[in-house]
């Protein structure tokens, strides 16, 4: 066993104490970790000490829950806009090299977050425990149609660099799931596809191999159950579905049951904080990770939810001390859940409501992903936030607010990612306004439909 899996084993059996602790212990626990991180954003960063100061905080106190819920939410625009601020002055070397994360989140505009190599070691981990949580068993086969970039053209050009790769029913296939899974399991092989193939090819793809798990988007399963049920297609050899990034309802649960006959584990993760929740294995509940972040609900007020109530969710990820995120608004909506019933005290979201599936409405019925090219937009600078609205069947606005005017060339660029994401069925305008709406949450929603 490598130093690293030695790690990754001791931390999951951790986890596997941690888990049934009250929610009082963990609570408690975690606030000896923030009065750590308190203490270190405290000395290392001037822009924490400031907000700690007022909230009531000195050097060498503990945490409390008064002073805690003082302190202001850290916004997405405040990460943007104090990036360099926000960074460490130093940090423990034990933490490892530092890596950047960057995400462009609901609200478009991508956010850089500094980390270490204990980050990445806490993401390994908690992988590792929703894969137990899922209960797969290691030597079976997964299909990965969740996208990899240009990883899969790199195996395919440079297959000597990927010992025991090979190709087949139209992907690429990897000997083993990687890491971290393969660093502490014996684990079955990873075919991948990419999920911009037809479905026919994606179909195909599950037929030949067979795998017993299959990570995939919402929207993109959706999409491919549809496909089996209006073939007439059967896929029997699925034990689940691992989902992320999109919301996953009870519709979708239900008809993957139907088509493939196994349940949906959905996780819930930003890559500014890592993890956030993972799906509850006795149930559709999320649970907060509590051993690596405190994720909180709060109301509009700033308020912490109670059970059934919706909220803006924040989190505060309690090893990064490379550029410490204290109450960051990761710019979604959870409902608070009761504790749950299977005894974890870890604190529990009955469901993520921020990240609906946005669709635009064709006149002919058709719905289509209102599937705009993020990055591109957001690569222009002076747009702070943007949000598309379908105004009618034939019409869709992008509103911007911008720092300034737009030249010529950021016009040109904003006029390709309009043609090239509605182009042929929806005529747009760009309106520029002062601001934009926000949900009752203080959400920025992506997308909003005016047709009825
Ligand atoms: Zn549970």
Not at 69 to 98: C, M, N
């Amino acid at each position: 066993m490598t130093g690293q899996a030695a790690i990754l084993q001791s931390l999951l059996r951790q986890y596997d104490v941690s888990q049934w602790w009250t929610a009082e212990q963990l609570r408690e626990a975690q606030f000896l970790q923030l009065s750590q991180l308190a203490e270190h954003a405290f000395r290392t960063v001037p822009f924490h000490a400031e907000r700690l100061r007022d909230a009531g905080f000195v050097s060498g106190m503990q945490m409390t829950p008064q002073i805690w819920s003082r302190l202001p939410i850290l916004t997405r625009d405040d990460v943007r806009d104090a990036e360099e601020k926000l960074r460490a002055s130093s940090y423990p070397a034990s933490f490892g090299g530092t890596n950047t994360a960057s995400s462009g989140g609901s609200t478009g505009i991508p956010v850089r977050v500094l980390k270490t190599a204990l980050d990445e070691i806490i993401w390994r981990s908690v992988h590792l425990r929703e894969l137990e949580w899922n209960g797969v068993d290691p030597s079976l086969e997964i299909a990965n149609l969740r996208g990899v970039g240009n990883h899969l053209e790199k195996m395919r050009k440079t297959p000597e660099s990927f010992p025991g790769v090979f190709e087949d029913a139209g992907g690429v296939i990897m000997p083993d799931w990687g890491v971290p899974a393969s660093l502490i399991w014996n684990t079955g092989s990873m075919g991948f596809l990419q999920p911009s193939e037809p479905l026919q090819t994606q179909a195909g793809f599950l037929i030949q191999r067979r795998p017993a798990y299959l990570i995939i988007r919402p929207s993109g399963l959706r999409l491919l159950l549809c496909y089996f049920r209006e073939q007439g297609l059967i896929m029997d050899s699925l034990k689940s579905v691992w989902t992320m990034s999109e919301s996953v309802d009870e519709s979708l649960r239900e008809l993957c049951r139907e088509i493939f006959g196994c349940p949906i584990f959905n996780s819930y993760t930003a890559n500014e904080t890592g993890y956030i929740a993972l799906q509850c294995p006795q149930g559709t509940n999320y649970h907060a990770v509590s051993e690596s972040a405190l994720v909180e609900v709060v109301d509009e007020r700033g308020n912490a939810c109670k059970p059934g109530e919706i909220g803006r969710v924040l989190v505060t990820p309690l090893h990064n001390y490379a550029m410490p995120l204290l109450r960051y608004q990761v710019g979604d909506e959870a409902e608070v859940g009761p504790p749950c019933s299977c005894g974890r005290g870890l604190s529990s979201l009955r469901r993520i409501v921020g990240r609906l599936d946005d669709y635009v409405t064709l006149r002919s019925g058709e719905r289509r992903k209102a599937d705009v090219l993020h990055y591109k937009i957001s690569e222009i600078r002076a747009i702070r936030e943007f949000q598309l609205v379908q105004t009618t069947l034939e019409t869709i606005e992008l509103r911007l607010v911008t720092s300034r005017a737009l030249n010529e060339e950021e016009n040109k660029v904003l006029e390709e990612v309009m043609k090239k994401s509605f182009g042929g069925y929806l005529k747009w305008s760009v309106l520029l306004v002062e601001s934009l709406p926000r949900t009752q949450a203080g959400k920025l929603r992506q997308f909003l439909s005016e047709i009825g």
